[in-house]
């Protein structure tokens, strides 16, 4: 339906951009704000044209997509806001001591954003995560123009929102060049953009596959750039007994419902359940077997997630010692996803790295382990997850410390007697982890600190103070927070 960009309409792009660039940058902080503001205008202008592509191209609901359409209108404007109160500038003053034996010298530091930002459109989520998406409104907040690449899954979808944008832009009277759009359907048109020596940073949400690979090649250029790729988690949930003794029924229906919400296409499914072998864990088996069985097979996101998810899911259940604990009993149709629940010994789930991979849908293995010395070894031999969850009683916590050091040790979020599943759109939010989670556990893809991932700190050394940016100058004329002399204040006196 859209034709591919060619590399010298790629090369256009990333050359004008970083023109751009250098206009954008020294936009003030509210020029941009009301930029990304803008942007939220014209999406929810676009009204029900943009929900009924969408559902065409994705097979998500109605409801779902108004949802995620609401949510990503209200990350342009929180992040819009972020981006004017200047806390993620992380501004530094450390004011001259002449007196100092040596002299101290005025220091002053503060983030500047990167340069052009390629953001590739996640599959799963045609808005939050795609065109319009956090990455798009971090490095817009950050001071960044975007090449945006489709998704080819919702490419309708996607050039919609971009149509926003660029209407954004120009009632903003933003520079050309803020904002390109990009359809490529296979992997050259990536890895042109990556590769492009304009190009200062790439955002990422999908596979393992996919974000390793642009890793790989952003850290093969002559300038290797920062590459923030979001790979998938399995999210392991540890069932600890006393907790699961007085709670397995309400557990296991909680648990059947995020397994299966949006056909386990979430990057936060809970993929594992690890607990103890006993009565208690039989009987969370035997009710989440129960609710799994009456939860209807649905269509997915497009037939290659389907295709994929079946085979992946095949290939588990024939791995030796795995048991399968309950398929729905209800009918399903080409192109769906079939809730499913597995079961494997941790011993056999410990030597089986395949037992360890993904499964994108509505799965999930559960391990039975011997003892809470077990359960400890599974997390510590757990890959980087996005996500960890304890369901446990207050007592098991304090009484457990080596295993939620484990479990601390390998998750961005670590969750307390809930569900992975939703991802609160607020500043104390991490959605990131240790690798093979993402490719830097220390950035969130999700909340205003997402912003610093396209900036750069940078020291101003006895600049005086008419040179100095704004954020950096005595008198605090944005009155934003800053650190004087280790102390965090909008004073200027101080200063």
Known sequence: MFKDATIEEINSAAVLAWKTFHIYRKQSLK???????????EIDALGASLIETAMKETNLPEARLQGERARTIFQLNSYAEACERGDWLEARIDTAIPTKTPPKPDIRKMLVPLGPVVVFGASNFPFAYSTAGGDTACAFAAGCPVIVKAHPAHAA????????????????????????????SGFEGGKALVMHPHVKAVGFTGSFIGGKALFDLANQRKEPIPVFSEMGSTNPVFLLPEKLNAS???????????ITLSVGQFCTNP?????????????FKDNLAAEIKNIAPATMLHPGIAKAFVGKREA????????????????????????????VDAKTFLKNPLLHQEIFGPYSLIVSCADMKEMTAVAQHLEGQLTSTLMATDKEIMENEDLVEAVKNI??????????????????????????????SR????????IKRFARPVAFQNWSNALLPDELKNENPLNIWRTVNNMLTKDVSTV
């Open 157 to 184: 979808t996607s050039e919609l929102v971009a149509g926003a944008i660029l209407k954004a832009a120009e009632k903003s009277n933003m520079p050309q060049g803020i904002f390109a759009h990009i359809h490529s």
């Open 411 to 440: 998750c961005g979020r670590f969750i307390l007697n809930g569900v992975p599943t939703g991802v609160e759109v607020c500043l104390s939010m991490h959605h990131g982890g240790p690798f093979p989670a993402t490719t830097d």
């Open 31 to 41: 020029q941009r704000a009301d930029f990304m503001r803008a942007i939220a205008v």
């Open 248 to 258: 397995a029924t309400d557990i296991a229906k909680m648990y059947a419902g995020s």
């Open 443 to 450: 950035f969130t893809s999700v909340g205003a600190d997402g």
């Open 316 to 343: 588990a259940l024939k791995q030796p010692s795995v048991e399968t604990v309950a398929v729905s009993s209800l009918p399903s149709k080409e192109n769906q996803g079939t809730p499913t629940i597995a079961s």
């Open 271 to 283: 993929g594992l359940i690890i607990g103890i072998a006993g009565p208690s864990l039989q009987n």
